[in-house]
């Protein structure tokens, strides 16, 4: 595959998403680059923002199976990744497979479950395989993770840990719609008296997991010239450097933004990175890699604002 056809087969998704979704046009790219570079998106919004709905769309238009976990207190990471269980009949114990075996996961709410229970999708997202009694399950290289969290309710939610948190290769905030998009919703879904599932709206699937696999395979091969990589590498270190941040992102982080940059590359068409590429997906990559100084919490900062301006601060090569 080329990276034309990477871009017409992310225009040929959008299209299908938008019979189904009014808005979220950012995040819906977010989402694109996630899937084409191989990474995780968390979606942070308040409720009735559509972030189940867009999850459960988006994986109908590109035609991966879909799972979802609603993420409660309670929930157990055997809930999450299957279990061994002995079989009466035939004396022998077989795997039980928890919803986690999937190509795109809804994690629902993870917020709101226990760290422990958080815990069982590390291995998850970072190696795409999961360990039941000591064997290795391989989840395969499109496996997804779209989890969302509500960031208006405080009680009865765990925050993510940091070494969760960096396992996502964006955090986009979902927010409210425009006045035109609301109306548009009103006039949508207002005559719905229930749900309905992607493909009652029409949503076709626009892939499989073969076409998924070469445009990640494609994307692969975007170039990425020293410039840019310098440029990269500035944006990362920034955050180290801020008195205003207590810890900035990991090398883990620029790494991420390089393959983001050519996945963002390839949806827009080209077989090479562009300075513009990194700067426009450093903020939902950096925002929840970092963590606020005690002085810069007293004072009312934001992490938003200033990771804004190490971004700003920090010249794109031309």
Not at 203 to 216: C, G, N, Q
Request: hydrophobic share 45%.
């Amino acid at each position: 595959m080329k990276v034309d056809e990477v871009q017409s087969l992310g225009v040929e998704i959008r299209k299908e998403i938008a019979k189904a979704v009014v808005g979220q046009d950012a995040t819906i790219d977010l989402m694109l680059v996630a899937l084409f570079a191989g990474g995780h998106i968390l979606l942070e919004g308040p409720p009735g923002t559509a972030k189940t709905l867009l999850a459960h769309s988006f994986a109908q238009a590109i035609g991966l199976d879909f799972g979802r976990i609603q993420f409660t207190p309670d929930l157990m990471p055997a809930d999450i990744i299957g279990a061994n269980l002995f079989n009466f009949q035939t004396s022998s114990f077989s795997l039980t497979r928890g919803p986690i075996f999937t190509e795109l996961l809804l994690a629902d709410e993870i917020n709101r479950t226990p760290p422990k229970t958080q815990a069982a999708l590390l291995e998850a997202m970072q190696e795409r395989q999961v360990t039941i009694d000591g064997e290795s399950h391989q989840l395969g290289d499109r496996f997804l993770v779209v989890a969302t969290q509500n960031p208006i309710e405080q009680q009865g939610v765990y925050p993510l840990p940091e070494a969760q948190l960096d396992r996502f290769l964006f955090k986009q905030t979902v927010d409210y719609p425009s006045l035109e998009e609301e109306r548009k919703i009103i006039a949508t879904h207002g005559a719905k008296k229930e749900a309905m599932e992607p493909s009652a709206w029409g949503i076709e699937s626009k892939a499989d997991a073969a076409l998924i696999t070469a445009a990640m395979n494609a994307v692969k091969e975007v170039r990425l010239v020293d410039e840019v990589i310098d440029y990269i590498a500035a944006l990362v270190r920034g955050t180290r450097e801020n008195p205003d941040l207590e810890s900035g992102a990991s090398p883990r982080a620029g790494a991420m933004l390089a393959g983001a940059a050519r996945a963002r590359a390839a949806i827009d068409g080209r077989d090479f990175v562009i300075p513009d590429d990194a700067k426009m997906l450093a903020a939902p990559l950096l925002r929840h890699r970092v963590i606020l100084s005690p002085a810069a919490e007293i004072n009312g900062r934001k992490v938003e604002e200033i990771v804004a301006g190490i971004i700003e601060a920090i010249e794109a090569p031309r």
